[in-house]
């Protein structure tokens, strides 16, 4: 069986999304499936950005937990962006992959999975 990549991001949207945001967010995609092979996590993140639009309603905004499954020492983090972002798509979403890392780390600091840092997993999204 293949091991899960350490980081990895994914996107649920319609056909209406900005443009921009969904090329942002697609960019992010590339990067972090680019760079994040053979990173070494206490925990593995998977970052998903629910995109809304015509079809779909996104009811929050920014990132929230999702459901951790233990047996695959995988966290699931969803960022909600009910609306494209006023200004630079690319930036917005930079943003809120690092508030979701950062989410992830305080959930690992609460289960006592690692001493709170996915340093490896922040530097991996830093330099996308």
Excluded: C
């Excluded at 350490?6 to 942002?24: H, I, K």
């Excluded at 996590?41 to 499954?69: Q, T």
Aim: no cysteine.
């Amino acid at each position: 069986m293949d091991r899960l990549p350490a980081l990895s991001v994914g996107v649920v949207n319609d056909l209406s999304v900005d443009r921009d945001l969904d090329r942002a967010v697609t960019d992010l995609m590339i990067h972090i499936e680019d760079h994040a092979e053979g990173v070494e996590s206490p925990l593995n993140v998977n970052v998903v950005f629910y995109l809304g639009g015509e079809e779909l309603e996104v009811d929050w905004e920014g990132p929230r937990l999702g459901r951790y499954s233990k047996k695959e020492n995988t966290l699931l983090v969803q960022v909600g962006v009910p609306n494209p972002p006023e200004g630079d798509a690319d930036g917005f979403v930079a943003t809120q992959m690092r508030a979701a890392i950062g989410e992830a780390e305080e959930f690992a600091q609460r289960r006592g999975l690692s001493s709170g840092s996915l340093e490896a997993l922040r530097a991996v999204a830093e330099n996308a």
